[in-house]
């Protein structure tokens, strides 16, 4: 056992070595330059289309909203609904006031 | 450290051609430990750009110059790990594939130029190449980071993010891992 153990050490020496730190070809920095700027459109492009998703949910949402919270077609009988102004809807509201204040002068 | 500190900080702070000396004082020495971490030469250069590659897009990240080499070898480390399980996968698909450095002894072989030394250097880089194929690649890039690499426990800790017992065990049961596997492919591993 020790004896393979020992074997096995002076392998790793020998396949240290064996492999010497090789010399980058003449293209590694042209290469990992252009590699960079492909990773550097592609991540811009990725930003840009989570933008657009973003921008079309965000319209989207709106007009969910408002088609929710906007009430149209659904009116009935049962509700009031103003069209005059508020001075018109106090008129309204109190037209027979003064036909009680005139009924009464007149029992005096 | 190959380089000082205030030229990473400014290839951290986006100065590309500090990042190009860093780059350029790092090259040989990366291409080196991956060359012996994935066994394939014709491979190492888009490896070794992968690291480069990662670094460039990471390097906000890193918190003072002091951590930068065991950042970049960790760096080296996740990419020969992934090139690896890359290779191990389309592997078994390709049984019959031989590495260019095979294909370039034989060719040298055919044609009488290669000499003795070169042989044997070949022969050996094909014997641990071949022990180590047979263990996991986590076994594979610790034990290449320590036995072939020489580094110290301390670099290595600060590599992986554990601690020293942590390690050591993990060290001990890669050793007994390619001890076994060793004394298997070996003829005369009987006494």
Same mark, same amino acid.
């Given at each position: 056992?020790? !004896?393979?153990?020992?074997?096995? &050490? ?5 396949? !240290?070595?064996a492999t ?18 492909? !990773? ?8 840009? !289309? ?55 002068? &007149?029992?005096? | ?31 080196? *430990? ?9 491979? @190492?250069?888009? @490896? ?27 760096? *080296? ?24 450095q095979q @294909?370039m002894m034989a060719?040298a072989a055919?044609?009488?130029?290669v000499?003795?030394e070169e042989i044997r250097r070949t022969k050996i880089r094909e014997t641990?190449d ?47 891992? @390619? ?13």
């Amino acid at each position: 056992m020790d !004896r393979m153990k020992n074997r096995l &050490d002076a392998l790793w020496v020998e396949y !240290r070595e064996a492999t010497p730190d090789p010399e980058a070809g003449p293209n590694f920095m042209p290469q990992l330059w252009q590699k960079i700027e492909v !990773r550097r459109v592609e991540t811009t492009s990725v930003f840009r !289309r989570l933008a657009k998703i973003f921008v079309m949910a965000t319209v989207t949402l709106a007009l969910v909203m408002g088609a929710m919270l906007i009430p149209h077609g659904r009116i009935t009988n049962d509700e009031v609904f103003y069209s005059g102004t508020y001075v018109d809807a106090l008129a309204a509201e109190h037209s027979n006031d003064y036909v009680d204040v005139l009924a009464a002068a &007149d029992l005096r | 450290m190959l380089v000082d500190f205030e030229l990473i900080e400014r290839a951290r702070s986006g100065d590309d051609s500090a990042f190009n000396q860093v780059v350029q004082a790092y090259r040989k020495r990366i291409l080196g *430990t991956i060359a012996r971490l994935i066994g394939r030469p014709e491979d @190492v250069e888009d @490896v070794g750009q992968e690291v480069f590659l990662r670094l460039y897009f990471s390097l906000d990240q890193l918190r003072t110059a002091e951590v930068f080499e065991p950042w970049l070898y960790r760096l *080296t480390v996740n990419a020969a790990y992934d090139y690896l399980r890359r290779q191990r996968r389309r592997h078994e698909s390709r049984m019959s594939d031989l590495s260019e450095q095979q @294909v370039m002894m034989a060719d040298a072989a055919a044609g009488g130029k290669v000499n003795v030394e070169e042989i044997r250097r070949t022969k050996i880089r094909e014997t641990v190449d071949d022990l180590l194929g047979k263990i996991s690649e986590e076994d594979r890039i610790l034990l290449t980071l320590k036995e072939v690499e020489g580094l110290s426990l301390k670099e290595l800790e600060k590599i992986y993010k554990v601690n020293e017992n942590a390690l050591k065990v993990r060290l001990f049961r890669a050793r007994q891992r @390619v001890l076994k596997a060793y004394e298997a492919g070996e003829p005369d591993a009987g006494g």
